[in-house]
């Protein structure tokens, strides 16, 4: 994982909007995804914002996340990392509002997303007629890719919330069930050689009800199952290993140009 690559390898990569799928992708992926869980959370009952004005707040945010993503000439990892963190909670918003304020059904908040994503990929594969990570080297692949992470991540949440609040399978049952299916589609990719582009998604799909799963199990009361630690230290916590793993992460792309040279 960590090898350094051939130097026209590298440059193609470099080229390239999104970082490389490695098990550093893979780790603050899950990490993105529970904060976005607590954070949304943090931000939507201690800061008395309400579900409404959180959702706003935030888009806006993201929408200027996007605007410093979309202008880079390649992958910054602060900047893309940024952009993924925050459109964890919008995602996760979006899902609340549905469920909160609009009285949708986890269910079908879930159908939806799922019809939405099945959408955006099928229009993505329409027009560039690929649905691979390795070539986002223009904008309206670019467009495609955080749209459809968008629908990752609302469809992630809600059905998450389905299995550990609906079904009620609890919050570190719901963690072990999706980390068990994200190891069958491990061995799908490894062992057994399915697609690798629908396994990519397949996966990043499961690792936001995973990593909303972690989220709340830390996060929630201990008599509603989980360990009391609350949003805020949740969010801290994560947030904190997020930046360590980011800066590691943007040395080794440092690292790998200097090799390139």
């Not at 992958?75 to 459109?87: D, F, Q």
């Not at 809600?158 to 589609?185: M, P, T």
Request: net charge positive.
């Amino acid at each position: 994982m960590d090898n350094y690559k051939t130097p026209d390898h590298t440059m193609s990569h470099l080229l390239n909007k999104v970082p490389e799928v490695t098990i550093w992708f893979w780790i603050i992926k899950v990490l993105c995804t529970t904060v976005g869980e607590t954070a949304a959370d943090y931000l939507n009952t201690k800061l008395n914002l309400g579900l409404t004005g959180t959702t706003l707040v935030m888009s806006v945010i993201l929408v200027a996340a996007l605007v410093l993503q979309f202008r880079a000439k390649k992958y910054v990892p602060g900047i893309y990392w940024l952009a993924v963190v925050l459109i964890s909670v919008v995602g996760t918003l979006i899902t609340d509002n549905l469920t909160d304020n609009f009285n949708v059904s986890l269910i079908t908040s879930s159908v939806l997303f799922a019809v939405g994503l099945a959408l955006v990929f099928a229009a993505w594969q329409s027009i560039e007629h690929t649905l691979s990570i390795h070539s986002i080297r223009t904008a309206r692949r670019e467009g495609f890719y955080w749209l459809a992470i968008l629908f990752t991540f609302a469809l992630g949440t809600a059905a998450g919330d389905l299995v550990a609040e609906k079904i009620n399978i609890g919050y570190w049952k719901s963690a072990l069930l999706f980390a068990g299916l994200i190891a069958v589609v491990t061995i799908a990719h490894k062992v057994f050689h399915a697609n690798a582009i629908a396994t990519f998604w397949a996966g990043y799909i499961l690792t936001r009800p995973l990593g909303a799963s972690i989220g709340d199990y830390m996060s929630q009361a201990k008599v509603d199952g989980g360990l009391g630690i609350g949003t805020t230290g949740t969010s801290v916590v994560f947030l904190s290993v997020i930046g360590l793993v980011v800066i590691y992460m943007a040395r080794r792309e440092t690292t790998a140009v200097q090799h390139s040279k």
